[in-house]
Antibody
């Protein structure tokens, strides 16, 4: 069974940093590209970042470029999102998602990041 | 690429046929997916490649379209279908989403 389990969310002050993790299981993690998608409270879905299976290609949304860094460790079946210089508008549930030929076919349960003083 | 869904809110009854439209700001061929999201849950992939039903999704869901205009149709609403629906383009990054359509019980 495919599982994606996010962790690392929490309350952080504006300007602070946080590192999200996503533990993958039930599939060959190293052969899939992965993404982070976020959802602010009561709002819609916003794609955040993409990383290819071998980490050679990375994309970011303009809203996080220069502040967030996506990475992965295929040996540990893990995806990461390092978030620096956090702003109130980064407050959201962050989802780890698997990119297949069909689309974003599996999602984690999400981890809540709250940026507030 | 911007995606615009209409309507943003839809009120319907069990058994109704409903259609949600997604328009892209430029052509995306058939690189469009639809997701269903229920409160407090992660989105679920319903349809990919504009019209292909994801495994396990009931046949009352269907998708159509190509280029810039797409539709999601639910042929006969069931109680479990009341949720928010999002379209997403997978033609090129950033893989943008529509703003969502909230389907509510009338």
């Amino acid at each position: 069974e495919v599982q994606l389990v996010e962790s690392g969310g929490g309350l952080v002050q504006p300007g602070g940093s946080l590192r999200l993790s996503c533990a993958a299981s039930g599939f060959t993690f190293s052969t899939y590209s992965m993404n982070w998608v976020r959802q602010a409270p009561g709002k819609g879905l916003e794609w955040v970042s993409y990383i290819s299976s071998g980490s050679s290609t990375i994309f970011y949304a303009d809203s996080v470029k220069g502040r967030f860094t996506i990475s992965r460790d295929n040996a540990k079946n893990s995806l990461y999102l390092q978030m620096n210089s956090l702003r109130a508008e980064d407050t959201a549930v962050y989802y780890c998602t698997r990119r297949s030929t069909e689309g974003f076919d599996y999602w984690g349960q999400g981890t809540l990041v709250t940026v507030s003083s | 690429i911007q995606l615009t869904q209409s309507p943003s809110f839809l009120s319907a009854s069990v058994g109704d046929r409903v259609t949600i439209t997604c328009r892209a700001s430029q052509g995306i061929s058939s690189y469009l997916a639809w997701y269903q999201q229920k409160p407090g849950k992660a989105p679920k992939l319903l349809i990919y490649a504009a019209s292909t039903l994801q495994s396990g999704v009931p046949a009352r869901f269907s998708g159509s379209g190509s280029g810039t205009e797409f539709t999601l149709t639910i042929s006969s609403l069931q109680s479990e279908d009341f949720a928010t629906y999002y379209c997403q383009q997978l033609n090129s990054y950033p893989y943008s989403f529509g703003q969502g359509t909230k389907l509510e019980i009338k």
